[in-house]
């Protein structure tokens, strides 16, 4: 099998799915623009070949790229970076080498909010109402509708980036002078607990590897308000939080991928309403969290999948895991060595998080673990005591 990995050194705990492939004898074909000296020594090692481009936005240069890879090692498999960036690139790229999976005429249902709507609704899952607005009037008539507050977004976007909440009309004023040059979409505010249903399908859509993860507080008020994250998977699901993620599954077709859906538990009504889909793994030390949550691989397994349609890992989600972020510009009543010693082994795993991922999820990351939800909370709230 022939498996060309677009920017494989990023994220960095994403190496491990190249190490994995490469361990099953597949041909790891790495595609970015980081020097090879640049990478980790397991990623080079896990790698058939290498082939630097200047540019990835460049899109001849990739191009260029997988017909060396084609000369040199016959039809290409598979090809993927599962990261949400890269997806249309990916898609692109699968159409114009007919190679399996998501391909470019299915591609704007799961990049653009407006028609991930439209999907809910067809599988009968309850959205913010909301739509695409072009200027003020537009705005101004659907407000007319749902009234404020209002959340505007990219209809197109990555995480948080350049999403606002919009209180009167003042500030929806504000926001129309200084909109950024792409569509927005407009919807009502939800005020309720955002939480996840996340996991692995197989090549005929069967659910291989599933859980679900609840968050202290949305990712839009982290990154706006400059604040601190954690959030915990769940040993149990709540039925209609799966029943709502398994018709999300179905309506999207999803296949021999991971999965990242997100939605709110409305705090008046508890009521389980969708918020958007992402067709790649979740963020950050998402994928490590599934490991420490139920003692598997999950790098081995998704490399399994890939090569023999089968997912080697049972599980019975035996802890909650949960990822305790800090700010390094934010004093602490407990340093590290404080929180190393109270808690020793239910700290299972703690780093340093890169750049573009710290408005999100902090500058430094704790993973911990506890079949005891109040042992959980209890740890996050020490970690994040503020003097």
């Given at each position: 099998?022939?498996?060309?990995?677009?920017?494989?050194?990023?994220?960095?705990?994403?190496?491990?799915?190249?190490?994995?492939?490469?361990?099953?004898?597949?041909?790891?074909?790495?595609?970015?623009?980081?020097?090879?000296?640049?990478?980790?020594?397991?990623?080079?090692?896990?790698?058939?070949?290498?082939?630097?481009?200047?540019?990835?936005?460049?899109?001849?240069?990739?191009?260029?790229?997988?017909?060396?890879?084609?000369?040199?090692?016959?039809?290409?498999?598979?090809i993927d970076s599962l990261n949400e960036y890269w997806l249309e690139t990916e898609a692109r790229l699968r159409t114009d080498f007919?190679?399996?999976?998501?391909?470019?005429?299915?591609?704007?249902?799961?990049?653009?909010?407006?028609?991930?709507?439209?999907?809910?609704?067809?599988?009968?899952?309850?959205?913010?109402?909301?739509?695409?607005?072009?200027?003020?009037?537009?705005?101004?008539?659907?407000?007319?509708?749902?009234?404020?507050?209002?959340?505007?977004?990219?209809?197109?976007?990555?995480?948080?980036?350049?999403?606002?909440?919009?209180?009167?009309?003042?500030?929806?004023?504000?926001?129309?002078?200084?909109?950024?040059?792409v569509e927005y979409i407009m919807e009502e505010f939800i005020n309720g607990a955002i939480c996840s249903f996340d996991g692995i399908?197989?090549?005929?859509?069967?659910?291989?590897?599933?859980?679900?993860?609840?968050?202290?507080?949305?990712?839009?008020?982290?990154?706006?308000?400059?604040?601190?994250?954690?959030?915990?998977?769940?040993?149990?699901?709540?039925?209609?939080?799966?029943?709502?993620?398994?018709?999300?599954?179905?309506?999207?077709?999803?296949?021999?991928?991971?999965?990242?859906?997100?939605?709110?538990?409305?705090?008046?009504?508890?009521?389980?309403?969708?918020?958007?889909?992402?067709?790649?793994?979740?963020?950050?030390?998402?994928?490590?969290?599934?490991?420490?949550?139920?003692?598997?691989?999950?790098?081995?397994?998704?490399?399994?999948?890939?090569?023999?349609?089968?997912?080697?890992?049972?599980?019975?989600?035996?802890?909650?895991?949960?990822?305790?972020?800090?700010?390094?510009?934010?004093?602490?009543?407990?340093?590290?060595g404080e929180i190393i010693s109270q808690f020793g082994n239910r700290i299972v795993y703690f780093q340093s998080i890169e750049g573009?991922?710290?408005?999100?999820?902090?500058?430094?990351?704790?993973?911990?673990?506890?079949?005891?939800?109040?042992?959980?909370?209890?740890?996050?709230?020490?970690?994040?005591?503020?003097?």
């Amino acid at each position: 099998m022939n498996f060309v990995f677009l920017s494989p050194q990023f994220p960095p705990n994403y190496y491990r799915f190249c190490v994995q492939l490469n361990a099953l004898g597949v041909n790891v074909l790495g595609l970015a623009d980081e020097p090879y000296q640049n990478l980790r020594h397991e990623l080079q090692s896990a790698m058939k070949e290498y082939y630097l481009v200047n540019n990835m936005h460049r899109y001849d240069d990739l191009i260029r790229a997988l017909g060396h890879f084609t000369h040199r090692y016959g039809k290409i498999d598979r090809i993927d970076s599962l990261n949400e960036y890269w997806l249309e690139t990916e898609a692109r790229l699968r159409t114009d080498f007919n190679i399996q999976g998501i391909k470019l005429n299915e591609i704007e249902k799961i990049k653009r909010k407006s028609l991930m709507k439209e999907q809910f609704r067809q599988a009968g899952v309850p959205v913010a109402r909301g739509k695409v607005v072009h200027d003020l009037e537009s705005a101004n008539l659907l407000i007319s509708e749902i009234g404020f507050p209002v959340v505007a977004k990219p209809d197109i976007g990555v995480g948080a980036a350049k999403t606002y909440k919009i209180h009167n009309r003042v500030e929806l004023e504000d926001f129309f002078r200084q909109k950024p040059d792409v569509e927005y979409i407009m919807e009502e505010f939800i005020n309720g607990a955002i939480c996840s249903f996340d996991g692995i399908t197989d090549y005929d859509g069967n659910l291989v590897f599933y859980t679900s993860h609840q968050f202290s507080q949305g990712i839009m008020e982290t990154v706006n308000k400059d604040d601190l994250i954690y959030y915990y998977s769940l040993r149990q699901i709540p039925p209609d939080l799966e029943d709502a993620g398994r018709r999300v599954l179905k309506i999207f077709n999803v296949r021999e991928r991971f999965f990242h859906f997100e939605f709110f538990r409305a705090a008046d009504t508890n009521e389980i309403i969708a918020l958007e889909v992402n067709m790649r793994p979740p963020g950050g030390l998402t994928t490590d969290m599934f490991n420490y949550a139920n003692d598997i691989d999950v790098y081995t397994g998704w490399a399994e999948l890939m090569v023999n349609n089968q997912f080697g890992f049972s599980y019975s989600r035996p802890y909650y895991c949960a990822y305790i972020g800090r700010k390094n510009e934010l004093t602490y009543a407990h340093h590290h060595g404080e929180i190393i010693s109270q808690f020793g082994n239910r700290i299972v795993y703690f780093q340093s998080i890169e750049g573009v991922f710290r408005g999100a999820i902090g500058d430094f990351g704790y993973l911990v673990r506890s079949p005891d939800l109040t042992e959980v909370l209890a740890m996050a709230a020490f970690i994040r005591q503020k003097v």
